[in-house]
């Protein structure tokens, strides 16, 4: 069964920086593109970045200079450094990932970590 679980989330003060982790783990033979989405409370998730296997990374306009994706593909992992973090970055961040088992690939995602930012 493959998982994906998130680390790294919790309580920072405006203006600070915090790294989030994801790990797949599980039996697959391929991890396709990597994502990071946010959930604000009442909205639907919003993608905050995604990093291919190959190639460089993508962000939306908005997210742009402030946050930064990078995988480790021999570790399975995604991580995404936060910096200048502001209290409307207060929200629940989820690890997106299209893997393939077998021989379809699908999204899986990650349980989700609180980031709150907040002085």
């Known amino acids: 069964q493959v998982q994906l679980v998130e680390s790294g989330g919790g309580l920072v003060q405006p203006g600070g920086s915090l790294k989030l982790s994801c790990a797949a783990s599980?039996?697959?033979?391929?991890?396709?593109?990597m994502r990071w989405y946010r959930q604000f409370p009442g909205r639907q998730r919003e993608l905050v970045a995604s990093?291919?296997?190959?190639?460089?990374?993508y962000y939306p306009d908005s997210m742009k200079g402030r946050v930064i994706i990078s995988r480790d593909n021999d570790k399975n992992t995604v991580s995404l450094q936060m910096n200048d973090l502001k209290p409307e970055d207060t929200a629940v961040y989820y690890c997106?990932?299209?893997?393939?088992?077998?021989?379809?690939?699908?999204?899986?995602w990650g349980q989700g970590t609180q980031v709150t930012v907040s002085s």
């Open positions: 990093h291919g296997y190959v190639g460089p990374p």
């Open positions: 599980g039996s697959f033979s391929s991890i396709y593109t």
């Open positions: 997106n990932a299209d893997i393939k088992v077998s021989e379809n690939a699908r999204g899986y």
